[in-house]
C-alpha cells in the first residue's frame, strides 16, 4: 500500500471514454446550457430515482437554497442548527433574514424538535433542518409544529441523496428540499444542485427564478438570479447517475466494515442504524470521549494526519461560532450545548467507493 494521502472522500468519476459520446452530442446541439436537451434528461431520470414529482437542476447547492427560500417568500427569522456546512446559514443571511440558531438531538444530532416552539417569535416565517449526514430529521413532528404556526419547512438535504424513510424518499417532506450535487457529495454533477418541490406551479416558479426571472422572451416576473445547470454538468451526472446505486453499495461495505472493527475501540463511538431507513452511507463520523479514549479528538486528529490519514472535523467549528453569526443571541453555547459537546467529539472518517479493506484496516489499526 502506498502512502499517499487517504483522504476524507474521493469524487466519483465515471470512466473517461463514455463520457465522450455525451460530449459529442453536446458538440453537434451546439446548446450549452438554459434547459438544454441534457438537462430535462437529467431532470426526468433524477425524478424517476429519487422517487419525487418534480425536480429542478441549479448550478450549486447553496443557489438552490438561496432560491428555495426566495420562492417561499421567506422574510423575518428563519429556525436552524450550527451543526450544518456554513452553508445553510449563509443562504437564509443572503435572503435578508435571521438564522435562528436551536440546538441538535443528542442521538443523530439533527434539529431538536422540542427546543423549535421556544424559539418561535411573531418574525419566524420558516424552518430550515438539516438532514445531517442524510440521516432524516423527525419530519412528522417537524411538520405538525409548522403546521401550527404556519411556518414554510425547507429541508437543506445535501446529505441526502436517495435516502428512504419507510419506503419513501426523504425528498418529498416539508415544502421544499435541496440537493448539492458537489464533487464532495454522494452523488456529483462537479458542483450543482436541486430543488425538489411538490407541484408544477412551484416548479415553474423556480425555474423562472434561477433565469433572472423570465417567464417567456420578453416577460420578467421577478428579481431572479442566474443558477443554471450548464449541459455538460448534466451530462456528467447522467454518466454518474448510471454507477450510483454501485457507489452507494459499495460505501455501504466499507462503513460495514468500519462498524465491525471498530466495536471495540473504548471511547470511540459511532451513529447507530435508523430504523426503516434506506441509507446512502454518505458520511462515517466517529465520536471521540476524551476520558474513555485516552486522547483528544483534535490530538487524533493530527496523530491521523501524521499518518496521512485526513480525516475532517464536520462539523467544527459550528457555525454559529462564525463571525458572522457569533454575537446573536440564539448562538450562545448555553442555548446549544448538545451541537457544542457534539462538535469538540467528531471527526469524519475518510468514505468514498474507491477505499480499500487494506485503508480501512491501516485506519482503524491507528485509531
Ligand atoms: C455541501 C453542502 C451545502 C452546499 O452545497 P454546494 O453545492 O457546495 O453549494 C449546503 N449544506 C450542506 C449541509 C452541505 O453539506
Not at 426526468?44 to 438552490?64: C, D, H, M, P, R
Not at 449526514?133 to 438535504?157: E, F, R, S, T, W
Not at 446529505?159 to 428540499?177: M, T
Not at 435508523?274 to 486528529?301: H, K, T, W
Request: charged fraction near 20%; charge should be negative; include cysteine.
Amino acid at each position: 500500500m502506498s502512502d499517499k494521502p487517504i483522504t476524507v472522500t474521493s469524487p466519483l468519476l465515471p470512466p473517461l471514454d463514455e463520457f465522450v459520446p455525451y460530449l459529442q452530442k453536446i458538440w453537434d446541439n451546439k446548446w450549452l446550457t438554459n434547459n438544454g436537451e441534457m438537462h430535462q434528461e437529467l431532470e426526468k431520470q433524477l425524478a424517476e430515482y429519487l422517487g419525487v414529482e418534480y425536480i429542478s437542476l441549479f448550478s450549486n447547492g447553496t443557489l438552490a437554497l438561496i432560491t428555495a427560500l426566495q420562492a417561499l417568500n421567506v422574510a423575518g427569522e428563519v429556525i436552524t442548527t450550527p451543526y450544518s456546512f456554513v452553508a445553510t446559514s449563509h443562504s437564509i443571511w443572503w435572503n435578508k433574514t435571521t438564522p435562528v440558531f436551536v440546538d441538535v438531538e443528542p442521538q443523530f444530532f439533527n434539529i431538536d424538535v422540542s427546543k423549535i416552539e421556544a424559539a418561535i417569535t411573531e418574525k419566524t416565517t420558516a424552518i430550515m433542518p438539516v438532514h445531517v449526514y442524510g440521516n432524516p430529521c423527525d419530519v412528522d413532528a417537524i411538520q405538525k409544529i409548522a403546521d401550527k404556526y404556519h411556518l414554510k419547512v425547507i429541508y437543506d438535504a445535501a446529505h441526502a441523496f436517495g435516502v428512504r424513510k419507510e419506503g419513501n424518499s426523504i425528498l418529498n417532506y416539508g415544502d421544499l428540499s435541496v440537493l448539492s450535487f458537489h464533487a464532495t457529495k454522494v452523488f456529483s454533477t462537479i458542483e450543482g444542485g436541486a430543488v425538489i418541490c411538490h407541484s408544477e406551479e412551484m416548479k415553474h416558479h423556480i425555474d423562472n427564478l434561477k433565469n433572472f426571472g423570465f417567464r417567456g422572451e420578453t416577460t420578467v416576473e421577478e428579481p431572479g438570479i442566474n443558477a443554471k445547470l450548464n449541459e455538460v454538468q448534466a451530462a456528467y451526472g447522467l454518466l454518474n447517475l448510471r454507477y450510483i446505486d454501485e457507489a452507494i453499495a459499495k460505501r455501504k461495505k466499507i462503513v460495514e466494515l468500519y462498524k465491525i472493527l471498530l466495536r471495540d475501540v473504548r471511547g470511540i463511538s459511532f451513529l447507530p442504524d435508523q430504523e426503516n431507513v434506506i441509507s446512502n452511507y454518505a458520511y462515517f463520523p466517529i465520536f471521540v470521549n476524551e476520558a474513555e479514549y485516552g486522547m483528544s479528538r483534535d490530538a487524533l486528529y493530527n496523530k491521523l494526519r501524521e499518518h496521512n490519514i485526513l480525516g475532517r472535523r464536520y462539523f467544527y467549528p459550528l457555525i454559529s461560532s462564525f463571525e458572522p453569526y457569533r454575537n446573536y443571541p440564539s448562538a450562545s453555547v448555553e442555548n446549544l450545548p448538545v451541537a457544542n459537546k457534539i462538535a469538540k467529539q467528531v471527526i469524519c472518517m475518510p468514505l468514498y467507493p474507491e477505499l480499500s479493506v487494506c485503508e480501512v484496516e491501516k485506519i482503524v489499526g491507528l485509531l
